[in-house]
């Protein structure tokens, strides 16, 4: 069953370091969106993109976040200079078209520690 | 700003107890309202939606939800559980003005006991 791929789903970083998250979509999905859960939140919206095109990144912090969707490969969020605050559940979901209304499909997760 | 509020952070039944777990929006346009469960160890899936019509809406796995406009809410039922609906329940609704973005209550943690 090709899901959505999260990897790594745990992943712990030093405060500074650097942690890069990523994410296959379904097959035949070509809409990624980013979605971060802090402890006792919801899931809030980071970034939608479609391949190798950011649609809407008004989620992502101003500094240290970026993602992109190549291409060729998986979607990539990547996050410089980690802090503790940064520490939560990162999750990815795609969609064959750029609508929530079809229901995404979302992948496992990437648990991010820092420490 | 819009917001998805759900009432109750935990909830614990024992098996063929009923179930109905609160949702709220703050939005007054037109929703599209979603119920999504996650399952230990699993990821997020889609329980039910609604976007128009009926207001009493059927999902996956017995649940069901109503959509009461007036009281802004969509709660997600079920007569009798059982022991594998112990997950983590979310309600979401779309953002204002955009039809990919979702606004996320803080999630319910059911546990059902044998």
């Known amino acids: 069953n090709a899901g959505v791929m999260q990897n790594p789903r745990h992943l712990v970083r030093r405060r500074g370091q650097e942690a890069r998250l990523r994410c296959s979509p379904m097959?035949?999905?070509?809409?990624v969106y980013w979605y971060r859960q802090l402890p006792e939140e919801g899931l809030k919206f980071m970034v939608y993109l479609q391949k190798e095109n950011i649609i809407d990144e008004s989620g992502m912090p101003k500094e240290r976040f970026s993602a992109e969707f190549p291409k060729e490969g998986p979607s990539i969020l990547r996050i410089q200079q980690v802090v503790r605050g940064d520490s939560a559940a990162y999750f990815c979901?795609?969609?064959?078209?750029?609508?929530?209304?079809?229901?995404?499909?979302f992948g496992s997760g990437t648990r991010l520690t820092v420490v | 700003a819009q917001s998805v509020s759900q009432h109750n952070h935990h909830v614990i039944l024992s098996e063929a107890a009923s179930l109905e777990l609160g949702c709220n929006y703050s939005?007054?346009?037109?929703?599209?309202l979603f119920w999504y469960v996650q399952y230990p160890g699993q990821h997020l899936q889609l329980l039910l939606k609604y976007f128009s019509g009926d207001p009493l809406v059927k999902g996956i796995k017995g649940f069901e939800a109503e959509f009461i406009k007036s009281k802004f809410s969509f709660n997600l039922r079920k007569p009798s559980v059982q022991w594998s609906d112990t997950a983590e329940y979310f309600c979401a609704v779309n953002a204002p003005d955009s039809n990919y973005q979702l606004i996320w209550g803080a999630g319910t943690k059911l546990i059902i006991k044998p």
């Open positions: 097959k035949g999905h070509s809409h």
């Open positions: 979901a795609s969609s064959p078209q750029g609508q929530a209304n079809y229901g995404y499909t």
């Open positions: 939005y007054g346009g037109t929703v599209n």
